[in-house]
C-alpha cells in the first residue's frame, strides 16, 4: 500500500493575515486562493513539495456545526488550542530569527534541545494555530 500526505487543513479567520504568514513569512507558495459566499479557502505548501498542501478554511462552517460547536471552536482557536502542525527545516536558527522578526507569528518557544532527541521551536500563527518547526539533521 503506498498512502502519502496530500492536504492538511488549519482554520484561519483572516485570510490577508494567514497569507502574509504562510507565504511572506515562511516563504510557502500559494497554489490556489478560492472564495465563495464572502470567504476564501487557501492551498499553500513548500515549492519543493508540489503534492502536498495546507489548506487555510474558514472555521466551522461545515454543514451540521451547530452554534455551540461553532462557539466552541472560535474559543478555542482564540486560547490556540484548535489546531496545529508539525513542520521542519535544515536551519531552525535561520527560520527562528525570520519568524520572530516577523510581526505575523507569536513567539511560543525559542528553539530547544528537546529530552526525546528533537530540537524545534514553536509559534502560532495570526489564527492561534500551534506551528511546531523542528530541525532536521
Known amino acids: 500500500m503506498n498512502i502519502t500526505i496530500a492536504q492538511a ?6 485570510p490577508d493575515a494567514a497569507l502574509a504568514f504562510y507565504r511572506d ?16 479557502w487557501i492551498s499553500v505548501g513548500p ?8 489548506v487555510l478554511h474558514p472555521p466551522a462552517v461545515d454543514p451540521g ?7 466552541v471552536i472560535t474559543e478555542m482557536m482564540a486560547k490556540g488550542t484548535f489546531a496545529g502542525i508539525n513542520l521542519a527545516t535544515k536551519d531552525l536558527d535561520s527560520v527562528f530569527e525570520r519568524l520572530q522578526a516577523s510581526e505575523t507569528a507569536e513567539v511560543v518557544q525559542e ?5 526525546y532527541g528533537v530540537r524545534d ?7 492561534g494555530n500551534m506551528i511546531r518547526i523542528a530541525e532536521v539533521r
Open 111 to 115: 528553539p530547544t534541545d528537546q529530552p
Open 9 to 14: 487543513y488549519l482554520p484561519q479567520d483572516d
Open 47 to 54: 515549492a519543493d513539495q508540489p503534492d502536498v498542501s495546507i
Open 25 to 40: 513569512t515562511l516563504g510557502f507558495e500559494v497554489r490556489s486562493d478560492v472564495g465563495y459566499n464572502g470567504l476564501r
Open 121 to 127: 521551536c514553536a509559534f502560532r500563527d495570526p489564527a
Open 65 to 71: 456545526i451547530t452554534d455551540d460547536e461553532r462557539r
